[in-house]
């Protein structure tokens, strides 16, 4: 099955700052990489994805990368915020199986 | 939409009772999701849903067990409850084809075994 891991398990940056969340996967079938966040006492949702025939996809502050020969894709965040703050989970999948989450990563953004 | 749904939000149960925590969705999803998160853990699958009538088994599920009568519905009994179940639930759902695999999760069922 697939393994999804994700790296560091903690980050903290000062604000303004960019921050990079680095993701490997197992199986070169997989084709969907989301990346959800959830803050502090609330559920995981989803902040932005990539298909793997795209490279690269960004919204406002934040990116990500997808790397399909190396198997493995980044969330990239620029200029972060305190509000940015939280527990960011890559994940993997393809088709009609069912996703494999990363173990999670907790950024800290201190003002 | 209300989207994903979970009852009840805060439960204290104490070792050895059981309790069915209810979650439903009104997006038509094909497939549901139940997940535990321990404190600063990230998410452990416990059981899926493929459809109405099949269910699987993922990575924790010992101590559980699931129904899916409905494509709404997709309720999560414990039994004998004991203090490793201890934990948050998520329950989540998705439309698994092509270009919809997004999973939207309910808001969860805090669970304090005593």
Redesign the interface.
């Known amino acids: 099955g697939e393994n999804v891991e994700q790296h560091p398990s903690t980050l903290s940056v000062q604000e303004g700052d960019s921050a990079v969340i680095k993701c490997t996967y197992s199986d070169s079938a997989s084709n969907?990489f989301?990346w959800?966040k959830q803050e502090l006492g609330?559920?995981?949702?989803?902040i932005i994805?990539i298909?793997s025939n795209v490279g690269e996809k960004k919204d406002q502050r934040i990116a990500v990368t997808l790397n399909k020969t190396a198997k493995h894709f980044s969330l990239h965040i620029t200029e972060t915020q305190p509000e940015d703050s939280a527990v960011y989970?890559c994940?993997a999948?393809r088709?009609?199986y069912?996703?494999t989450?990363?173990?999670?990563t907790?950024l800290i953004v201190h003002p | 939409n209300a989207g994903v749904t979970q009852t009840p939000k805060f439960r204290i149960l104490k070792i050895g009772q059981s309790m069915t925590l209810q979650c439903a969705q009104d997006m038509n999803h094909n497939?549901m999701?139940w997940y535990r998160q321990d404190p600063?853990?990230?998410?452990k699958?416990i059981y899926?849903s493929?459809g109405a009538g099949i269910t699987d088994k993922g990575e924790v599920p010992n101590g559980y067990n699931v129904s899916r009568s409905t494509t709404e519905d997709f309720p999560l009994r414990l039994e004998l409850a004991a203090p490793s179940q201890t934990s948050v639930y998520?329950c989540a759902s998705s439309y698994?084809a092509a270009?919809e695999?997004?999973?939207y999760?309910?808001?969860?069922t805090r669970l304090l075994v005593l």
């Open positions: 969907y989301p959800y609330k559920r995981p949702q989803l994805d298909r989970f994940a999948s088709g009609s069912i996703p989450f990363g173990r999670g907790s | 497939y999701y600063g853990m990230g998410l699958l899926y493929v998520f698994l270009d695999e997004t999973q999760f309910g808001p969860g």
